[in-house]
Structure formats: structure tokens, C-alpha cells
């Protein structure tokens, strides 16, 4: 990089998420998850395995915070588990969780590392779903509670909180195209856990604020997947923004203006659910974040096909294709877009009041050789993380208010339905030893931080 327009401060991070690295499912208390319900439904993961064990993070975390140090990372964003926390949803509060936490946090300060942590990424616990999960009204309170319960234990550690990891998963994933938990294929469904999730987030931000330490920084993170048309087509433009809509403007709309777009209102009564979507709830819930955390690994290109239906994650983008991208892919069987990096960047700079943004994952999956001489050479996933920076400091360069970076993932996990047949980790986990290696990426980031910083 000729011109580092990285600050000192920037943090340089690493993201992992509870389901997919704690395991010890059912110890000290925790009470399952509706991840731990869907990994042991027959024929939801596709390597048929689960997250019971995962990388037994929850026992190797000291391990773990270790390859942090050697990495040289100044953050590290994790989830918290809320079944760990509050085993019946609400209510009682579990202090054996909390405890873990508290030592997690503690080994990271005493290691210079700021804990950043995520309240929500996807693991509801299950006995709120069987009380109708994010489906239901109440589903707000469930999660300003535990918001609270999370605050109030563990807010003299960490400073940092996102509400939702990629709410646009949680929804749509979970509720409409039935690929993740809790696996509804509803196209409607998708809609009023998108609107719940989106009154759970501004609500939670309300009540944490209302226990608010000085310096805290709140916000969200969404996952914003740019949506272009596959060629100069209007017809192809006309069906990338309705997958924008459903993707991206529906969720950066309710977090910033406390509304929907008018498409997603149309939508919601196409799909019968208006009924179940208060529109000016929406708009008096709206409460101001401090940052905006935004997940970026790929673009969607989309094409209009006549009489198509809508892709099962994006209703009412109707005759809209996402289109399989040519040239080299990544194991997920995503392109390589560094430039879409840029664009989402300054898109939300543009588009949306000031804010400080972070990069909260981006990252690879390549399917990496076993280790060889403690080494696994990883040359793709180097290109992938070099160009993404670079793409950053382009972003930064041309004024965007960027403060962190993050690379998804600090270790080969549980990739969802996936299961572990995709490793995104600059760390290699040996899955039946646990043993762990840091790959040659690893090695890349942690001389890239030295060298923008001026430590190397
Ligand atoms: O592993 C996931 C993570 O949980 C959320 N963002 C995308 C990653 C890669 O698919």
C-alpha cells in the first residue's frame, strides 16, 4: 500500500459468532438455541454434522485470545449467546453464562484487544420460538430484555455493542427461503421477522441507552450485498432494485429513517401481513446509532428473467435472477469483488446521515490443503483480504468515515447449513483434534497490521 490512509487507532480485528465456535451446548446451563434444534433436523446441514462441539471455543477461548496476540489484532467482534445468558428467553439470568463472558473480556483487555460484541446473530433461544420467535409482537421486549441482562453484567468490559448481526438473514433466510433456522419457507413470514427484528433493534438501542456507560458505542450490522444489473438492460437495472430493496434499502431504511420503502409496503400487502406490520410503531421506535457495522464479501449480479418467480430470500423481486458469476469464485461460489467494497461504502456515506462505519466481516471460504510442516499456504484467501483492504483504503481515501475492519473469520467454524465444509479461518481448526494453525493469511494480516501501524 504506497499511500496508508489507515489511523493509528484503526482497529484491525478479527469476527467469529457464538454457534459457529463455542460448542458446550448444553453446559453451565445454556439452553438451546433454534441452531440447535435445525443442525439436529435430518437434511437441514449438508455435511449432516452440527455445532455441539464446533471449535469447543468455550474451552480453548484463552487458546484463542493467545492466536489473537499473535496475530497482532487490536479487536476482536464476537456474539454472545442469548440462551447462555437468560436460558428461558427472559427472565432469570444465568451467572454461570455470564461468566464466561466476563472471563472472555478479561483475557482480551489484559491482551490490549477492545471486545466488540454482537447481542443477536441468529441463535434465538428455542423456547422463545416456540412462543412464536420472531414472529410475534412480543418479540421486541424478549430482546430489550435480554439487551438489558447483557448491559448490566457485562457493560463494565465491553464497550462496543452491535443489536443484529445480518437481520436480513435472520429474516429471510430463516423465514422465507427456509435455509436457515427456523427453516419457514413463508414469503410473508420473511417480512414481519424483518419488521420485528427492525423494532427489536431500536428498542434495544433505547433500553441499553437508558443504562448507557461514557464512550459506549452502539449500532447494528447489516450485511449490504450490492445488487447490479447483469448488463446494460433497463429491464436487468429495474429487476437489481428490487433485490436492492428487499437485500439492502429495506433495512437501511428502517434503521435510519424508522420506515419501510414504499415496494416493501406494496409487498407487505401482496403477501397479506400489513396487518402484522405497524408502520408507525416503526417510525416512533427509531432511535439514532453511534456506528454502523456492514458485512461485505460479495456482489450480487441480476438478471431479468421473464415469468421467473421471485428467489426464495428476496420476495416480490419477482422475475429477477441472481445470476452465477463467471471468473474465479470463492468456495461459497462467490465472485471476487473488491470494487463492490468501495461502492457500498460510500453508497452508505452518501445516501445516510455522517456516521463512523466498520467493516465488520469480510472474508473467504478456499478450500485449504491439511497443514504441511505447521504451514497451510493460502495464496487465494492473501488476495482476497489484500484487495478488500485495498478497496477500504479507497473508500477512506475519498472521505468515507471508516474506523475498523474485521476479517471473517479468526477460525475455520460451523458455516451454517454448510456446516464445515467451508473454512473461512486465517486460523486452520483441525476439526477432530481441535488443534489449531495459523495460515499463511493469518501471517499476511498480522505483517499487514505491523506495517500500517508502524510496528513491523
Ligand atoms: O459465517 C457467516 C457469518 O455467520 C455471517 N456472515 C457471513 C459469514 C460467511 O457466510
Not at 457493560?155 to 435455509?179: K, M, Q, R, Y
Not at 433485490?243 to 437501511?252: A, E, G, P, S
Not at 429513517?257 to 417510525?283: K, S, T
Request: charged residues 25%.
Amino acid at each position: 500500500m504506497t499511500d496508508n490512509p489507515f489511523p493509528k487507532e484503526f482497529w484491525w480485528g478479527v469476527a467469529t459468532s457464538a454457534f459457529q465456535i463455542e460448542g458446550a451446548v448444553d453446559e453451565d446451563g445454556r439452553s438451546p438455541s433454534i441452531w440447535d434444534t435445525f443442525t439436529h433436523t435430518p437434511g437441514k446441514i449438508r455435511d449432516g454434522s452440527d455445532a455441539d462441539v464446533a471449535t469447543d471455543h468455550y474451552h480453548r477461548f484463552r487458546e484463542d485470545v493467545g492466536l489473537m496476540r499473535e496475530l497482532g489484532v487490536n479487536a476482536y467482534r464476537f456474539s454472545i449467546s442469548w440462551s447462555r445468558i437468560l436460558p428461558d428467553g427472559t427472565g432469570r439470568r444465568n451467572p454461570d453464562g455470564v461468566a464466561f463472558y466476563r472471563r472472555l473480556c478479561e483475557e482480551l483487555l489484559a491482551s490490549n484487544i477492545t471486545p466488540v460484541a454482537t447481542l443477536y446473530h441468529w441463535d434465538l433461544p428455542q423456547v422463545l420460538q416456540d412462543r412464536g420467535g420472531w414472529l410475534s409482537p412480543d418479540s421486541r421486549h424478549w430482546f430489550a430484555e435480554y439487551a438489558v441482562a447483557a448491559k448490566e453484567t457485562l457493560g463494565d468490559l465491553i464497550g462496543v455493542w452491535a443489536t443484529l448481526n445480518e437481520p436480513w438473514c435472520a429474516a429471510f433466510l430463516g423465514h422465507s427461503a427456509g435455509e436457515h433456522a427456523p427453516g419457514l419457507t413463508d414469503p410473508g413470514a420473511g417480512f414481519v421477522a424483518a419488521h420485528n427484528l427492525m423494532l427489536a433493534h431500536h428498542d434495544a438501542i433505547a433500553a441499553m441507552r437508558e443504562h448507557r456507560s461514557d464512550g459506549d458505542q452502539l449500532g447494528v450490522v447489516l450485511n449490504l450485498i450490492p445488487a447490479w444489473p447483469a448488463s446494460d438492460d433497463p429491464a436487468d437495472a429495474a429487476a437489481a432494485a428490487k433485490v436492492d430493496m428487499v437485500q439492502n434499502k429495506l433495512f437501511l431504511e428502517a434503521v435510519f429513517n424508522g420506515r419501510y420503502p414504499d415496494e416493501v409496503v406494496e409487498w407487505h400487502r401482496r403477501f397479506g401481513v400489513a396487518d402484522q406490520i405497524d408502520l408507525e410503531a416503526l417510525a416512533a421506535a427509531r432511535q439514532p446509532i453511534d456506528f454502523l457495522g456492514v458485512n461485505y464479501y460479495n456482489v450480487n449480479r441480476v438478471r431479468h428473467v421473464p415469468g421467473a418467480p421471485a428467489p426464495g430470500p428476496w420476495p416480490g423481486a419477482d422475475e429477477a435472477v441472481i445470476v452465477v458469476p463467471e471468473g474465479p469464485l470463492t468456495d461459497m461460489g462467490w465472485a471476487v469483488d473488491p470494487e463492490g467494497l468501495t461502492w457500498t461504502l460510500k453508497r452508505v456515506a452518501t445516501e445516510y446521515p455522517p456516521l463512523p462505519l466498520y467493516v465488520c466481516e469480510n472474508g473467504a471460504a478456499y478450500p485449504d490443503a491439511d497443514p504441511v510442516d505447521g504451514t497451510i499456504e493460502d495464496p487465494d484467501r492473501i488476495r482476497y483480504l489484500e484487495s478488500h483492504i485495498e478497496a477500504l483504503a479507497e473508500a477512506i481515501r475519498q472521505g468515507v468515515d471508516v474506523r475498523g475492519y474485521f476479517v471473517w473469520s479468526l477460525l475455520d467454524n460451523f458455516e451454517w447449513a454448510k456446516g464445515y465444509t467451508m473454512r473461512f479461518g486465517i486460523v486452520h481448526v483441525d476439526f477432530n483434534t481441535q488443534k489449531r494453525t495459523i495460515k499463511a493469511s493469518g501471517r499476511w494480516y498480522r505483517d499487514h497490521i505491523a506495517r500500517v501501524t508502524g510496528d513491523g
